[in-house]
């Protein structure tokens, strides 16, 4: 996203979050299988303590992370110093959260 210049749970192709995730974790010999991700920016930079605070006041990322039936969490936080796009070539942190489970 930094590099690319978007901010979006679409992937920069276009196509959904969870089609990218779907690459990494995997379907194959569960029954179900559901994911969900949560991502906020802040320039220049954003601490885990802030990012968890604007998750929790925003209704639909709040329901993520406090949602019973994820098993797996992944996580990841990427620091720009010039990001183009939405970042306006300001240095901005990005942060996502993506939730699983698999039965």
Request: charged letters at 15%; proline letters at 4%.
């Given at each position: ?8 749970h679409e992937s920069?192709?276009g ?45 639909p ?5 406090l ?37």
């Amino acid at each position: 996203m930094a590099t690319d210049g978007y901010f979006a749970h679409e992937s920069a192709n276009g196509s959904a979050f969870w089609q990218r995730i779907k690459l990494y974790y995997s379907v194959s010999g569960h029954r179900y299988w559901a994911v969900g991700e949560n991502l906020v920016w802040a320039s220049p930079g954003l601490t885990a303590k802030r990012a968890v605070k604007m998750w929790m006041n925003s209704s639909p990322h709040r329901a993520n992370l406090l949602s019973s039936k994820w098993r797996e969490i992944g996580l990841s936080a990427v620091y720009s110093s010039s990001a183009p796009g939405p970042y306006q070539d300001r240095a901005a942190t990005i942060v996502t959260a993506d939730f699983g489970v698999r039965r």
